[in-house]
């Protein structure tokens, strides 16, 4: 049995299911340190108190980091596995674990087109300092594609990146969204008949909903008969949305996980135009519930799952490319979705097992059941 410590900086709702599969495993015996612990506390992304809805401590051993505890922890692990390098605490973990020589699997989120290194020195200081970082892990679990060609443009040999991808609970969001309640229209204030554009998350600028409520005026201009734009989150541009909102607009403010499956499902298109996004993982739920996708170029989660066979890729920012995809998309919207639906069904947490198996067969030299 491998003994397995990782190190995040808080429950996470996408991850809490992965980490009680992984936990189940026969041949690994999981620990998990949390950073914090915010579940009901001010999440600032949304500008409210968050407490999800699903279970997120349940199904896996775990505690609160303790810096007098954590050279203790890390004696008691095979391999440490960090879930990215901000922070001092991370830092100090890594340190920990490397002079008690103890091998570390890295997984984080960045890629180039996400987090540049920047221009001149300031680039040249940080990629220097990320490869001195990178050369004190043995393993790498690489959330997609562009997040694999970071650590190797940054000198990491590619037979020590193994893909993890970042996923969600695929059957959670399919199961809900199939049993989405058939009056969920009516209940919303919604009419009927009507097609609908999604965009769900923080009203951050960043985020771009503004610009989809500008894409959404140019495609479709005058009222009646077009499509319903729905707002689902809160944030920062709440007020600036709700101000230039109109008639087809609808906001249903925050919701909680277990309702997302049937508002995904009664969608036909999800938009997520972000600048700078590490993921979006919003881009999973929705196609695991059967729905099309437009995503920027800066999310990283596009280049490994959308494209005009599943909805659209665009630039962030950019009004009229925006305008132009969902002309495109919600045409063929069902169709796409279905697409969709099949595409995401092997980007899932049985792919993340096989990938975290292989890394720890590589850095622990032990093949997967041995004793």
């Known amino acids: 049995?491998?003994?397995?410590?990782?190190?995040?900086?808080?429950?996470?709702?996408?991850?809490?299911?992965?980490?009680?599969?992984?936990a189940a495993q026969p041949d690994i015996r999981l620990r998990v340190l949390f950073l914090r612990k915010p579940d009901g506390t001010l999440d600032p992304g949304f500008g409210r108190a968050v407490s999800w809805d699903v279970p997120l401590l349940e199904g896996y051993d775990h505690a609160l980091f303790d810096y007098a505890a954590l050279g203790r922890e890390v004696w008691g692990a095979d391999v440490v596995w960090l879930h990215g390098w901000q922070g001092w605490e991370m830092k100090v973990a890594l340190l920990?674990?490397?002079?008690?020589?103890?091998?570390?699997?890295?997984?984080?989120?960045?890629?180039?087109?996400?987090?540049?290194?920047?221009?001149?020195?300031?680039?040249?200081?940080k990629r220097a300092a990320l490869r001195a970082l990178f050369g004190l892990c043995q393993g790498f679990l690489a959330i997609g594609g562009r997040n694999a060609q970071y650590y190797t443009r940054l000198g990491v040999p590619p037979d020590r990146v193994f893909s993890m991808p970042y996923?969600?609970?695929n059957d959670f969001f399919a199961r809900h969204a199939a049993a989405a309640p058939p009056n969920l229209r009516a209940r919303l204030g919604l009419p009927e008949e009507r097609q609908v554009v999604l965009y769900a998350g923080k009203?951050?600028?960043?985020?771009?909903?503004?610009?989809l409520l500008a894409a959404w005026r140019k495609v479709f201009p005058s009222p009646g008969g077009r499509p319903i734009l729905l707002f689902v989150g809160d944030g920062e541009l709440a007020a600036e949305l709700a101000a230039a909102a109109e008639e087809d607009v609808h906001f249903l403010g925050f919701r909680?996980?277990?309702?997302?499956?049937?508002?995904?499902?009664?969608?036909?298109?999800?938009?997520?135009?972000?600048?700078?996004?590490?993921?979006?993982?919003?881009?999973?739920?929705?196609?695991?519930?059967?729905?099309?996708v437009i995503a920027s170029t800066q999310c990283g989660a596009a280049?490994?799952?959308?494209?005009?066979?599943?909805?659209?890729?665009?630039?962030?920012?950019?009004?009229?490319?925006?305008?132009?995809a969902l002309r495109r998309v919600l045409p063929r919207a069902?169709?796409?979705?279905?697409?969709?639906r099949r595409r995401i069904e092997s980007w899932d947490f049985g792919a993340d097992l096989r990938g975290l198996?292989?890394?720890?067969?590589?850095?622990?030299n032990r093949p997967r059941g041995s004793a």
């Open 96 to 125: 920990a674990v490397r002079m008690l020589g103890r091998p570390v699997l890295m997984r984080g989120e960045n890629w180039d087109g996400a987090m540049p290194d920047g221009p001149g020195w300031r680039g040249v200081v």
């Open 256 to 292: 909680n996980q277990t309702e997302m499956p049937a508002l995904y499902a009664l969608a036909d298109v999800f938009v997520l135009a972000a600048e700078r996004e590490a993921w979006g993982l919003a881009i999973n739920e929705a196609m695991a519930s059967g729905t099309a």
């Open 357 to 364: 198996e292989q890394a720890l067969e590589r850095v622990t």
């Open 303 to 324: 280049h490994d799952l959308v494209d005009e066979q599943v909805g659209a890729v665009v630039p962030p920012g950019d009004v009229e490319a925006l305008a132009e």
């Open 203 to 211: 009203f951050s600028r960043r985020k771009h909903p503004h610009t």
């Open 167 to 169: 996923a969600v609970d």
């Open 1 to 22: 049995m491998i003994r397995l410590l990782y190190v995040v900086s808080h429950p996470i709702q996408y991850q809490a299911p992965l980490l009680r599969l992984i």
């Open 334 to 340: 069902q169709e796409l979705g279905e697409q969709a």
